[in-house]
């Protein structure tokens, strides 16, 4: 085949999922030339699993990535058809916003974006190689002969890196939803000298809207309090008017079906090599893991405004299609329910994440980044945190600046990261706030104060972002500084709204603040007793609170922090020799070795290297009397 030059750019993004669409805009607001190359341009930022964006942990991402100056928040506030918060009753830590998407708007909403992005271009392509030189990435080649020459290279292939679609005994070659897959790429990293893995995640059936029977299921409304992933988005602009998901359960007759379709299930068959979620099953395995359980949730979601198409969350399945009919068939709701898209399998490659550094550039190829499912994730959320890491350390290592790498204390996304490269995975990572350490510090509503600094500091979040941020951030502070210098004195109109809360009644003059902090009260309650000239924001409100009601609770975060802050910052000489130092086990050397751990606190939270050991390499470092290796590039 003929090659030729395509064109010469700063940044080269492979794949337009959800990683690679941040990657590519984050690279290209940043100033950086940038090409962004996908297999399928109807398939740009596609949902070929659940249509929704949110939950536990993810949500928090989607504001992290919002914060930054990401896309994924603006995104689905605008083409959202149901949003609601999780965990509304628990404190703020765990609280959850999740929306669910119209799937055809979510992508051609991100797709418009692209194409009116300054600095991008959008190109419809397979990427079957890479150009190296000297350990360096130089570009890629498509499968038209197309060479693309770039300073940094950022690969988000995703599912389709040799995809493998699983139907009970039919196995075929194919990325998500039967799109084309990426076959060459794969190989050609594995000649390179990648470590490669085999993941599997799956995806349920979809059924017509107009066959279920939702009187016999459990209606769930959205909200009608107004909730946003962006920090951007208006309170007047959110949706009244959604749609609703509905709730219905598997049943003995289900289990049974799958039981005795057991010898037709790829998962126990042998034809299912990689391996799955453990957090995400599928319900064959389910029905085996908890067999003890008579029933299983399942949501009933529809895919949008304007299609028939209804995802049965809860019922991931790869086995054979009349099975999987039967089992629809045996649901309640669901007994005449009419199958348009079957449930599948897919098997893909992945990239082991030790041989990526915390800024997601491998450690094997200079300024070759990966991120998003490539890397061993589940999720679009964690898909689109990896992808705005890596498209902002590409448009910086080609402005030859530093890399960003954020703390496990900065994020989510953070924990993510660290996780990732410090410890690996295993199977199909997804974040849950278990977690995080400092989940009390990493909350939804925080997500600006965090970050924001650090968008606007690299050029990614907007001057009119920032002032907004700035503002806010005003309101809080003075309205905080207020309340602790106002005392309450025990009115009887204030007695009488004390009584009316079950809260006790005040035998003096009381703080504001103080009095805020009694859990049964809260800010709007409270205010008219100290009113302010101007009613503050919703988001400005909810800030104070949380602020106030948890201070105690957030100094000690913040002091465990501090804490570890030092150690944090004593970096480790890069290939420093791990053999030459006395003192460390075999084991913890063998795993440092296969790390390379940046910072004594990265090498600390490696699995099987204990505190003796990290003492010993402190020591070690500190006295400036290391052995390095010769780069192996």
């Not at 941040?22 to 596609?46: H, K, Y």
């Not at 299983?296 to 304007?306: K, M, T, V």
């Not at 050029?459 to 503002?471: C, M, V």
């Not at 409100?541 to 201070?551: A, G, N, S």
Request: charged share 25%.
């Amino acid at each position: 085949m003929n090659r030729y030059e395509a064109g010469n750019f700063d940044v080269i993004v492979v794949g337009a999922g959800h990683a690679g669409s941040e990657a590519a805009l984050a690279a290209a607001r940043m100033g950086s030339s940038t090409v962004l190359l996908t297999i399928d341009l109807d398939m740009v930022a596609f949902m070929p699993c659940n249509p929704s964006i949110g939950g536990p942990a993810k949500g928090v991402v989607v504001r992290e990535v919002d914060a930054l100056g990401g896309e994924m928040g603006r995104n689905i506030d605008k083409t959202y058809v149901q949003m609601r918060m999780l965990n509304t009753g628990k404190g703020p830590a765990v609280q959850a916003l999740r929306a669910q998407a119209d799937k055809n708007d979510y992508a051609q909403e991100m797709k418009k974006t692209i194409e009116k992005q300054d600095n991008l271009l959008l190109r419809q392509g397979i990427v079957e190689e890479l150009i190296v030189e000297d350990g360096e990435v130089k570009g890629v080649v498509s499968h038209t002969g197309a060479i693309y020459r770039g300073k940094a290279v950022v690969l988000t292939a995703g599912t389709s890196s040799r995809g493998q679609i699983i139907i009970g005994e039919l196995k075929y070659s194919s990325g998500p939803n039967n799109s084309q897959p990426s076959i060459k790429l794969s190989e050609n990293l594995l000649e390179l000298g990648f470590d490669l893995a085999r993941f599997k995640t799956g995806t349920p059936p979809r059924i017509l809207s107009s066959s279920i029977d939702y009187s016999k299921t459990e209606e769930q409304p959205g909200d009608t309090e107004p909730n946003h992933f962006s920090f951007s988005s208006k309170d007047e602009d959110y949706l009244q008017e959604q749609l609703s998901c509905w709730l219905t359960y598997t049943g003995t007759e289900a289990h049974q079906i799958i039981r005795d379709n057991l010898h037709r299930a790829p998962m126990f068959t042998g034809i299912v090599e990689g391996v799955g979620a453990r957090y995400c099953p599928s319900i064959e395995d389910k029905v085996v893991r908890f067999s003890d359980k008579p029933r299983h949730q399942l949501f009933l979601e529809p895919e949008g405004r304007n299609t028939e198409e209804v995802y049965v969350q809860g019922l991931s399945s790869s086995l054979p299609e009349d099975v999987q009919l039967q089992v629809l068939h045996s649901i309640d709701g669901l007994e005449n329910a009419k199958m348009m898209r079957t449930g599948y399998a897919i098997e893909y490659d992945v990239v082991k994440p030790h041989q990526l550094r915390p800024s997601l550039e491998t450690k094997l190829v200079k300024n070759l980044f990966t991120a998003g499912q490539m890397n061993g994730t589940s999720g679009y959320e964690e898909a689109a945190g990896q992808g705005i890491i890596a498209g902002i350390n590409a448009a910086l290592s080609v402005q030859e600046k530093e890399p960003l790498v954020l703390k496990r204390s900065d994020g989510y996304i953070g924990v993510m990261i660290d996780d990732l490269v410090t410890k690996g995975t295993l199977e199909p990572y997804r974040l849950l706030t278990s977690r995080a350490e400092y989940r009390l510090l990493l909350r939804h509503d925080n997500a600006d104060i965090r970050l924001s600094e650090i968008g606007h500091e690299i050029g990614l979040l907007s001057e009119d972002r920032y002032q907004a941020y700035l503002e806010k951030q005003e309101a809080v502070n003075e309205e905080i500084a207020r309340i602790k210098t106002i005392r309450l004195k025990p009115t009887e109109d204030l007695q009488a709204f004390l009584a009316s809360r079950n809260s006790a009644p005040l035998k003096d003059g009381f703080l504001f603040s103080d009095l805020l902090k009694r859990p049964e009260l809260d800010y709007k309650g409270l205010s008219p007793f100290a009113p302010l000239e101007e009613e503050l924001a919703s988001d400005v409100i909810d800030q104070i609170e949380i602020q106030i009601k948890y201070e105690g609770y957030i100094k000690k975060a913040i002091a465990k922090v501090e804490k570890l802050k030092k150690m944090e910052e004593k970096r480790i000489p890069e290939n420093i020799d791990y053999d030459a130092i006395n003192g460390i086990a075999t084991e913890a050397k063998d795993k440092l070795k296969k790390i390379q751990p940046e910072t004594i606190a990265q090498a600390s939270r490696i699995s099987g290297v204990n505190p003796a050991d990290i003492s010993v390499l402190m020591v070690y470092v500190q006295s400036g009397r290391y052995t390095v290796l010769e780069a192996s590039n």
